[in-house]
């Protein structure tokens, strides 16, 4: 389910996954490797699959959540929306994923698109964008 945030530059976030490899330096200082880490120490459904400890951490598993990939379908009013706030779009591991996203939630008329990479090409790749 998607949740509201305190994030002060979005309205809500959508986590149609969860998790990731480090694959570049840009993962180096990756928040929600540490914040899964608590969420699953905490008891969150989500963050209940562990990831390789060498390139990812406890909770922090490429997961999808299949049932969260309709949710921006059913959204009423226009929002902004950080997509993915805990995964990267762009993994290599959620490739079939991400394609999904855009074709069904990340498409809608409904919402404005939030993302944040470590690795831009493989999203614009993903999308059929060119740089």
């Given amino acids: 389910m998607s949740t509201g945030t305190a994030i002060e530059w979005t309205e809500v976030t959508w986590n149609p996954t969860t998790g ?40 922090f598993g490429v997961t999808v959540h299949e049932k969260a990939l309709f949710e921006p379908l059913r959204w009423r009013r226009p929002r902004k929306v950080f997509v993915n706030s805990m995964s990267d779009i762009g993994c290599p591991a959620l490739s079939r994923v991400s394609r999904m996203c855009w074709a069904r939630g990340c498409r809608s008329a409904r919402i404005s698109d939030q993302l944040t990479r470590g690795l831009p090409v493989t999203v614009t790749e993903h999308a059929g964008w060119s740089l």
């Fill in 20 to 59: 990731c490899d480090r694959i570049s330096p840009g993962c180096d200082h990756c928040y929600a490797l540490t914040l899964a880490k608590r969420l699953k120490a905490m008891g969150q459904a989500k963050y209940q699959r562990d990831g390789d400890l060498r390139t990812s951490g406890p909770g």
